[in-house]
């Protein structure tokens, strides 16, 4: 028997249960999705867009704010990055299952938002290394080049002779020097003499060897290989000297000779770049390749827009942004032919998408081959959505040049230098055009280096910098936490860079990364 308090409360009915506090963001008013920071529930009221969510959601992935015919375009950040592939309803979930890519005009109107950049009343500054005719380091290495992958092996026994984690005793004398690095490749022979693919190598190798970051640098090759190191040299306006020295294997007489020579010829190098000091310089000096890998459905709402608040930083102080990765602008380049300064930048970086048109179609591939699986399972859906996030790390500033792989850049600003997407082949461009720092957004946790440049990584989300912040160098997840604006954590991130360009170390270059990841872009037929 129920005593009549307790039969009167089970004739009352149930308390409806509480309902989940979730949380969304609107990128744009024109958007037609919106995007989840929470796991979405089926049947959760979400009130800022009046609806109910229909199925499941993962956190950083887009659900539909309104019903979408099928061969609709989809748009997010106000632009569209897909079109319906079948019937979606308010409530659902966007992503693979129904939204493809599709062709759309684009409305180049080259320069049509270029516009003034303001400047730094008073020139940041910070701790660099400037060498004789002017340049400016960030670290000082001494650097181990190969011609050909033949000569691969010997060049890393060199700088394993070198390695402090191993032979502490060898750089103890040398405190000014960083290390001892070997930057190694799987080309060199057999391919066209004459072509473009030979050419895009050796100007990747002559970017390095005069290097600011590089003290002095040995280049070794086996000695019967196509890209034979006079003409590479003699290519990029090089010469034997005291920073720069060459041999090969053959001439030298075998492997156990020629590591015993690498050795002495750096151990000659070492008590020369051992005199640097370093000095106050402006951030004028300081050139940033941008890069973004591992990407997820925040890169674009987090890291980057905060990259692209500490480059608008940069340039306002005189310093240069490299952004590149072609295939991952594609789709989004008419954002950036509108911030050309002339008409004639902008027809330059559309003159490099119609190259890749072209290139991928001639291999039977595609443009649209992005994303990754890791940055669909994050999120992200087709290319068009992956760009228009990347283009965020590039600020807001003028577009004041476009250069090929690997081309010493010259400009100050803004610029872009066409690469693939795959980030060691990207980066490797930009430190080979002159990058002294690389910074690097990830949403799913990449491990990456870029020696003898730093790469400063940033992590898109907070539940990433709490899993991985052994490689993170800041968490931009406080965006999405409403903890830190955009502008707040930007001009944060500048200042860090210029305290890692004047030597505090990234956390990639405590675990020791950079030297694997040296990766040439190859474009040859191998015969």
């Known amino acids: 028997m129920y005593s009549p308090t307790e039969e009167q409360a089970l004739k009352q009915p149930a308390e409806p249960p509480a309902r989940p506090h979730v949380r969304v963001i609107r990128l744009h008013p024109d958007d037609d999705v919106v995007i989840s920071l929470d796991q979405l529930m089926s049947g959760t009221h979400i009130a800022s867009e009046g609806v109910d969510v229909a199925g499941l959601v993962p956190p950083g992935h887009k659900m539909?704010?309104?019903?979408?015919?099928?061969g609709q375009a989809v748009r997010r950040y106000g632009q569209i990055i897909g079109f319906a592939s079948q019937p979606i309803r308010a409530g659902q979930?966007?992503?693979?299952?129904?939204?493809?890519?599709?062709?759309?005009?684009?409305?180049?109107?080259?320069?049509?938002?270029?516009?003034?950049?303001?400047?730094?009343?008073?020139?940041?500054?910070?701790?660099?290394?400037?060498?004789?005719?002017?340049?400016?380091?960030?670290?000082?290495?001494?650097?181990?080049?190969?011609?050909v992958n033949c000569s691969a092996t010997v060049a890393r026994a060199i700088a394993d002779h070198f390695r402090r984690d191993i032979h502490p005793e060898?750089?103890?004398?040398?405190?000014?020097v960083d290390g001892v690095v070997a930057l190694t490749h799987g080309a060199g022979c057999a391919v066209d003499p004459d072509g473009e693919g030979l050419a895009i190598l050796q100007r990747t190798l002559g970017g390095y060897a005069c290097h600011p970051n590089f003290a002095s640098v040995l280049v070794i090759g086996l000695g019967c290989e196509t890209n034979q190191i006079p003409k590479l040299l003699a290519t990029q306006g090089l010469s034997d000297s005291a920073r720069l020295r060459s041999f090969t294997?053959?001439?030298?007489?075998?492997?156990?000779r020629t590591i015993a020579h690498g050795i002495e010829q750096i151990k000659a190098m070492l008590p020369e770049a051992n005199k640097v000091q370093r000095e106050t310089v402006p951030a004028s000096h300081l050139v940033i390749g941008l890069q973004c890998g591992g990407s997820d459905g925040y890169s674009g709402i987090s890291a980057n827009p905060v990259l692209g608040a500490a480059v608008d930083l940069l340039v306002a102080h005189g310093g240069t942004a490299i952004l590149s990765e072609t295939p991952e602008i594609y789709g989004a380049e008419h954002l950036l032919t509108r911030r050309?300064?002339?008409p004639e930048i902008g027809h330059k970086l559309i003159a490099r998408i119609r190259w890749w048109e072209e290139y991928c179609g001639r291999n039977g591939a595609a443009m649209d081959n992005n994303p990754s699986a890791g940055n669909k399972a994050g999120?992200?859906?087709?290319?068009?959505?992956?760009?228009?996030?990347?283009?965020?790390?590039?600020g807001s500033t003028n577009l004041v040049d476009v250069y090929e792989y690997a081309q010493p850049v010259k400009a100050h600003g803004l610029v872009f230098m066409d690469t693939p997407g795959y980030d060691p082949i990207s980066a490797t461009g930009q430190?080979?055009?002159?990058?002294?720092?690389?910074?690097?957004?990830?949403?799913r946790g990449s491990a990456y280096g870029c020696a003898p440049s730093p790469s400063f990584k940033l992590a898109t989300n907070t539940a990433l910098w709490e899993r991985q912040s052994d490689d993170m160098d800041l968490n931009c997840g406080e965006v999405l936490d409403g903890t830190r604006s955009i502008q707040e954590l930007g001009a944060r991130l500048f200042r860090m860079l210029l305290d890692t360009a004047s030597?505090?170390?990234?956390?990639?270059?405590?675990?020791?990364?950079?030297?694997?990841?040296?990766?040439?872009?190859?474009?040859?037929?191998?015969?």
């Open 64 to 70: 539909a704010t309104r019903a979408i015919e099928p």
């Open 93 to 147: 979930h966007v992503h693979t299952h129904n939204l493809a890519m599709g062709d759309f005009t684009r409305d180049y109107a080259y320069g049509a938002d270029s516009k003034s950049s303001p400047k730094a009343a008073e020139p940041a500054t910070f701790q660099g290394i400037v060498r004789e005719d002017g340049r400016v380091a960030t670290r000082n290495y001494i650097g181990i080049l190969t011609s």
């Open 170 to 176: 060898m750089l103890a004398d040398y405190p000014n």
């Open 249 to 256: 294997i053959q001439d030298t007489g075998g492997t156990t």
């Open 340 to 342: 050309a300064q002339t």
């Open 379 to 394: 999120g992200l859906t087709t290319v068009l959505e992956k760009s228009l996030g990347g283009i965020a790390k590039a």
């Open 431 to 443: 430190v080979a055009g002159g990058a002294n720092l690389i910074c690097f957004t990830t949403g």
């Open 503 to 527: 030597g505090q170390p990234s956390r990639s270059e405590l675990h020791g990364y950079g030297q694997q990841e040296f990766v040439p872009w190859q474009i040859s037929v191998i015969t």
